[in-house]
């Protein structure tokens, strides 16, 4: 995938960067592979705000991603490859031998046309997804379970993916994430081979505030910036720094403060963070 540069000739073009998307299907979803998503704005049920800089933003339909790929030794052919407003990577659009439409999400390289295999011993081709005992040590994976059978949960952003260090007879393999983490997973746990798509959406630049409320975010005010009876840095006479660590509205400690406890998940052999 290409960036593509703008001449400045506004204020936004000076420091727009956008992807090429001449290769994406520019039709609409397939309508029974997709659902409606209501907006909270970051609300629950109580309407009080419990996720903050969440609001306005495009309407979005949900497209229904199959994570478990459970169509065993029926080859599918990619029928084309789309836009996902709900995650960074791309998804594409298989199509079974049997006729039976899913979307999965996207892996690098993968074309309109190509073949991919579900769980039958033929992981060692790029978008086949099979069992981690079937794969070599040292492959480059993503779309990984943590449980068998409940569907992938790691590396599905784009560009992401674990690495396999190692398989033992205890029935687990280490899998090193992009984060640094080792951590170990069962076996049995299913995995698809290669990279995720859209290597390239860490260099997108938005170029101005007003796409940031496009994609629903809205403004972050500092703390320093408010009242005491809002946050722990507000009040002082003056523009004051905080005068102590960051910490969030109620106190706690940010930047650097370990979110999972370590000794709980034993899985984690190495935390980052």
């Not at 209501?38 to 339909?61: D, E, F, P, Q, V």
């Not at 298989?94 to 892996?107: K, P």
């Amino acid at each position: 995938m290409t960036l593509k540069l703008y001449s400045p000739i506004t204020p936004t073009l000076r420091h727009k960067v956008s992807l090429d998307t001449s290769f994406l299907w520019k039709g609409r979803p397939v309508k029974y592979l997709t659902q409606y998503i209501a907006k909270t704005g970051g609300r629950n049920n109580l309407g009080r705000i419990t996720s903050y800089h969440i609001g306005g933003g495009h309407r979005r339909i949900y497209r229904n991603i199959d994570f478990v790929r459970n169509i065993i030794n029926i080859p599918a052919i990619v029928v084309r490859i789309e836009y996902d407003p709900n995650r960074s990577s791309h998804i594409a659009l298989i199509c079974y031998n049997n006729g039976i439409l899913s979307y999965i999400v996207c892996t690098n390289t993968l074309k309109v046309g190509d073949i991919l295999y579900s769980n039958n011993n033929k992981g060692y081709y790029i978008g086949n997804n099979t069992e981690i005992k079937d794969m070599l040590v040292g492959s480059i994976i993503h779309n990984v379970e943590l449980l068998p059978g409940k569907g992938a949960k790691l590396a599905r952003s784009a560009g992401t993916y674990c690495v396999v260090i190692s398989k033992d007879t205890s029935g687990y393999a280490l899998l090193r994430l992009n984060s640094g983490e080792l951590r170990m997973v069962p076996l049995v746990c299913i995995a698809t081979l290669g990279i995720c798509s859209n290597l390239d959406h860490k260099n997108k630049s938005y170029g101005k505030a007003g796409y940031t409320r496009w994609i629903g975010r809205r403004p972050i005010v500092r703390g320093v910036a408010m009242n005491p009876v809002d946050h722990p840095h507000g009040g002082g006479e003056g523009k004051t720094s905080g005068g102590r660590c960051s910490v969030t509205p109620w106190g706690k400690l940010t930047k650097g403060k370990k979110t999972v406890k370590f000794n709980k998940n034993k899985l984690i052999v190495k935390r980052i963070n």
